[in-house]
């Protein structure tokens, strides 16, 4: 019988598969009724489904053909830390949501993501994501105290947007740097990533 690392770290594949290829509803499933989700580092996290399934749909309408490539993965007890590349094209301005929004917020909530002139065009980002889990439900999920450790390259093809590009200046110690995107060495544990990140 599967450890129960095992099954949260197969929980989380699943989720980003619904993330690409599902709905939003299938994507929601994967969270606790009260789950809180401080993934975007917003002023007010999404606390429950409702709240959470706004944000995603707005998501899919800035970004209508995001591609979520695992490029680490790891689990400790409830805990599953998760290092992906997503890219795609931009899609186009999200209607603000029901819900107060700070003033000059730029994020998908403030409708200010994703600018008119980059309508269409590629993009790369890396993300690291710390997820924790109860029943194979997640129950909350959120970004590394520093940000160091996502970029995001726009106006290229997704691939190479990952793998192309000349070298530019040194990175910080431990990491190596491909064109605009920062890359983040393996780890054997998610401790390991998390105590990384706070070094950043």
Known sequence: MPSS???NEERIRRYFEA????????????????????????????????AIA???GMLRTAFPDRHFEIDDLV???????CRLTVSGTFGSKPTRPPFPVPANW??????????????????????????????????????PETTSGCCCRSGASNR???????KSDPAPSGRARTGSRLITPRFRSASAISKHCAQG
């Open 106 to 143: 730029v994020g998908v909530e403030g409708s200010e993501l994703v600018p008119q002139e980059s309508a269409g065009k590629a993009y790369s980002v890396m993300h690291i994501h710390i997820f924790r889990l109860s029943d194979g439900l997640i129950t909350v999920t959120g970004l």
């Open 75 to 81: 689990a400790d007890g409830d805990k599953v830390v």
């Open 19 to 50: 993330m690409e290829h599902g709905t939003v509803a299938e994507a929601i499933s994967f969270w606790a009724p009260e789950a809180t989700n401080q993934a975007s580092g917003r002023a007010e996290p999404q606390r429950g489904r409702q």
């Open 54 to 56: 706004i944000v995603f």
């Open 160 to 166: 190479r947007a990952r793998d192309s590009g000349p």
């Open 5 to 7: 690392t095992a099954i």
